[in-house]
């Protein structure tokens, strides 16, 4: 049977490689939709959770691995992608120090898949990476394998915490390194999802996702300038955001924030500012946004420096309350979080910082952070009071704004948390 004949007749069987954020979502979909899928990672943890039908994505409910148990296997032998048909690749891709891209995951994933690699088999990159890695990376260490194989890039468009669109819904884009490829990609996903969106070449496909992050990233970095800006002439910016967003065309808003999070915006754009280099050209719309938005943390220290020196404080000996840890609101991933360089800041400042945040009993353990003295606490009123400000990193959804706000001396609110509580003890920042 060829692999389209067995998505058809959903006998194919997905393997999933990295288990994560992106993995097991592509885990869920596929196991729901009636294929055989098996999850592979090198973290040993993850497969004896898994495989004991625990979950650690608050997205992925241990109530929901149980819906697809039998259709699903996770494990750290990848002798047993010999058993799968088709091979979906989810590993992380993030930047060396010195902001290069570092692609040590998916230079290992090719190799482990180049041993056992068999004739017929698809293989679908689906990590963000700069146009050129499938064809330049994946394949030479693939083609060593010598055998007949199919190799594509489709992106993932995972919005943690959004509860409107899942995977299944979300058209898919799909590029191979030729049609044979492109073809077979899309009849897998097509299996699976909603709309498949098939274009001439994985670098398209590769680079049609970079524009959707640079996207976001360039005009996140503009809202933050324009905050700056709107902040000395006294203009709420949140207000200007709204009044603007009425204009039913050619605007889409963007919100400012302390700073980038999570693991696709902060990053992904330097893939492709990396790659452009090769080709002697600056990308400097990226540059200037890495800027400002890097800039976003201090600029929330300087609005709570402000707000201190009005009542005569100063940060050093100060106590602060940090309320939320994760990238964006409602979700449990503190990757690239803000939270970690505000804490930063606050204790070289000399703060004694105590912070909170729903998903997590103790700071998350963070390779840059490891230095933080930050303890977490329950949030009550007596936490509330004790703290000279609240600076609210993260606006979840479960946190009491009135209540923050009664029992706070300070709030330094750098998400418009506070926006039905008007108050002077509200700083925006
Ligand atoms: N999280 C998101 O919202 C999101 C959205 C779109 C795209 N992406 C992209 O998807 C990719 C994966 O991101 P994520 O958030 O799922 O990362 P993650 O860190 O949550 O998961 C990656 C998993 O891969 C495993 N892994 C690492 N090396 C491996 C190897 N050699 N073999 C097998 N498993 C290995 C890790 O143990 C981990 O479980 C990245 O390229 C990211 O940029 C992420």
């Not at 690699?117 to 990590?127: C, D, M, N, Y």
């Not at 489709?154 to 073809?183: C, F, L, M, Q, Y």
């Not at 201190?308 to 106590?319: E, N, Q, V």
């Not at 939320?324 to 409602?330: E, F, I, M, R």
């Amino acid at each position: 049977m060829t692999i389209e004949q067995l998505i058809k007749a959903r006998k194919a069987v997905v393997g999933v490689i990295g288990l994560g954020y992106v993995g097991l979502p592509l885990v869920r979909l596929f196991a729901l939709k009636g294929f055989r899928v098996l999850g592979f990672d090198i973290d040993p943890a993850k497969i004896e959770k898994l495989r004991k039908g625990e979950s650690y994505i608050k997205s992925i409910p241990d109530s929901l691995l149980k819906k697809f148990k039998k259709r699903f296997d996770a494990t750290a032998d990848f002798s047993r992608l010999k058993e799968a048909d088709a091979i979906i690749i989810c590993v992380p891709t993030p930047l060396y120090e010195d902001s290069r891209p570092d692609l040590s995951y998916i230079r290992a994933t090719a190799v482990s898949i180049g041993k056992y690699l068999r004739k017929g088999q698809l293989v679908v990159l689906e990590s963000t990476t700069y146009p050129g890695t499938t064809r330049e990376i994946m394949k030479p260490e693939l083609d060593k394998a010598g055998v007949d194989y199919l190799l594509a890039f489709s992106p993932e468009r995972e919005d943690p915490g959004n509860k409107h669109w899942t995977n299944a819904d979300i058209p898919k884009v799909v590029g191979g390194i030729d049609e044979r490829s492109r073809k077979a990609a899309a009849a897998l996903y097509g299996s699976a999802v909603a709309k498949v969106v098939e274009v001439s070449s994985c670098e398209v496909a590769e680079s049609a996702k970079l524009l959707e992050n640079i996207y976001r990233c360039v005009n996140i970095a503009l809202v933050n300038e324009l905050k700056m800006c709107f902040e000395k002439m006294g203009i709420d910016i949140w207000e200007v955001i709204a009044a603007a967003s009425t204009k039913p065309f050619c605007f889409q808003p963007f919100f400012p924030g302390p700073g980038l999070g999570g693991h696709c915006i902060p990053l992904d754009p330097f893939y492709l500012s990396w790659k452009a280099k090769e080709y002697q050209f600056a990308t400097r719309f990226i540059d200037l946004a890495g800027e400002l938005n890097v800039q976003m943390p201090f600029y929330v220290l300087a609005r709570l420096e402000q707000a201190f020196k009005a009542k005569g404080k100063a940060i050093g000996g100060s106590k602060i309350l940090v309320l939320g840890l994760a990238y964006k609101k409602d979700i449990d991933d503190p990757r690239e979080s803000p939270a970690f360089k505000v804490i930063e800041l606050l204790e070289q400042k000399g703060s004694a910082v105590v912070c909170h945040d729903p998903s997590f009993k103790k700071l998350p353990p963070m390779r840059h952070y490891k230095h933080l003295k930050a303890k977490t606490v329950e949030l009550t009123e007596k936490e509330l009071k004790a703290a000279d400000a609240v600076v609210i990193v993260t606006d979840h959804t479960v946190y009491d704004y009135p209540w923050i706000v009664k029992n706070a001396n300070l709030v330094v609110d750098t998400r418009n948390a506070c926006k039905q509580v008007p108050s002077e003890k509200v700083v925006k920042a």
